[in-house]
C-alpha cells in the first residue's frame, strides 16, 4: 500500500512562488507515473500536473502552463510541483497521487486513474 506526504504549501502574495514536496513510500516509486491534483473550497479536485514514472512527458493543466513545473526524484522517492507567478486563484488544497497501474505509458488527467492520497498541503495566494 503506498503513502503519499504533501508538503510545503503556505501563504504568499500573487506573483510570489512555492515549492511544494511530496514523499511516497510503501511500494517501487519509480514504477509509477505521479500526478497532483488541488481542490479549492466547494468545488471538485482538478487535475495539475503529471510526470511519467521516468520522468518524462510532463503533463499541465491550461490554467497553470508555463508557471508551474512538476519533476520527481527517483532515488528520493519524491515528486515537486515548482509553482511560480501565482494567483489567487491557484489558492487551494494541494494532493499528490500516484497511478494505480505499473509503468503505464502515458499519464492521465482523471484523479480515477490515482490513489494513494495524502493529507494534502494549503496554498493560499493573496491579492
Known amino acids: 500500500q503506498v503513502q503519499l506526504v504533501e508538503s510545503g504549501g503556505g501563504l504568499v502574495q500573487a506573483g510570489g512562488s512555492l515549492r511544494l514536496s511530496c514523499a511516497a513510500s510503501g511500494r517501487t516509486f519509480s514504477n509509477y507515473n505521479m500526478a497532483w491534483f488541488r481542490q479549492a473550497p466547494g468545488k471538485e479536485r482538478d487535475f495539475v500536473a503529471a510526470?511519467?514514472?521516468?520522468?518524462?512527458?510532463?503533463d499541465y493543466a491550461d490554467s497553470v502552463e508555463g508557471r508551474f513545473t512538476i519533476s520527481r526524484d527517483n532515488a528520493k522517492n519524491m515528486v515537486y510541483l515548482q509553482m511560480n507567478s501565482l494567483k489567487p486563484e491557484d489558492t487551494a488544497v494541494y494532493y499528490c497521487?500516484?497511478?494505480?497501474?505499473?509503468?503505464?505509458?502515458?499519464?492521465?488527467?482523471?484523479?480515477?486513474?490515482?490513489?494513494?492520497w495524502g493529507q494534502g498541503t494549503q496554498v493560499t495566494v493573496s491579492s
Open positions: 510526470i511519467k514514472w521516468s520522468g518524462g512527458n510532463p
Open positions: 497521487g500516484t497511478d494505480r497501474i505499473f509503468r503505464m505509458i502515458k499519464t492521465s488527467r482523471l484523479q480515477s486513474r490515482y490513489d494513494g
